[in-house]
Structures are given as C-alpha cells and as structure tokens.
Nanobody, 117 residues
Framework: QVQVVESGGGLVQAGGSLRLSCAAS????????MGWYRQAPGKQRELVAI???????NYADSVKGRFTISRDNAKNTVYLQMNSLKPEDTAVYYC???????????WGQGTQVTVSS
C-alpha cells in the first residue's frame, strides 16, 4: 500500500506562480512513475505532467514551458513548479504514484489551485 499526500495549492493571480509538493510513503518498491493530474469543474481529470525515477518527463501541451515537474527519489517526493499561471489552470490538482506491477495509480486527496484573472 502507498499513501500519497499533496500540499501547496492556493489562490494566485494570473501570471503568478505556485509550487505543489507530493510525498509518497509505504511500499515504494514497485513505484516508478509519479505525476500530477488536474480536474476542473465539469471536466474530466487530465494529465498535467509525469516523471519517472530516471528523471524522464512528459507534459501536457497546455503546460509546456510554464510548468516544471521534478523529483527527489530519496524523499519519494515530487514537485510541480507552476509559472505564468492562467485562469484556465484553475482545478483540483491530484498527485498519483503508479504501481507498475499492477498498472494501478495511488491517488492523493487533491489540492485546490485557483487562478484569478
């Protein structure tokens, strides 16, 4: 079992920055990819960015050049630096840790990010 806890959300004006953190704990041996997803009201949950233990990353086109995902493997922690935020980035942001042996995501409780115009 893996526990995932996010932190760092909040309210920011358009053009501002926020940094999200995600700490995972528990049985981490089968966890390779971790990442961030978001869900806006009335919309489906979508991928924002993911990162493997190797450091390989993948971003949604909508955040490329503005968001940066990073990882501290020793701390089992993933970060999402969000710059140049836009109102359309407003959503609940969820962290996920993927168990490769089951292709199963462990999810955090989510953290609200609100960008005002």
């Amino acid at each position: 079992q893996v526990q995932v806890v996010e932190s760092g959300g909040g309210l920011v004006q358009a053009g501002g920055s926020l940094r999200l953190s995600c700490a995972a704990s528990g049985s981490m041996a089968r966890i390779n990819v971790m990442g961030w997803y978001r869900q806006a009201p009335g919309k489906q949950r979508e991928l924002v960015a993911i990162i493997a233990r190797s450091g390989m990353t993948n971003y949604a086109d909508s955040v490329k050049g503005r968001f940066t995902i990073s990882r501290d493997n020793a701390k089992n922690t993933v970060y999402l630096q969000m710059n140049s935020l836009k109102p359309e980035d407003t959503a609940v942001y969820y962290c996920a840790a993927n168990d490769w042996s089951k292709n199963y995501n462990y999810w955090g409780q989510g953290t609200q990010v609100t960008v005002s115009s």
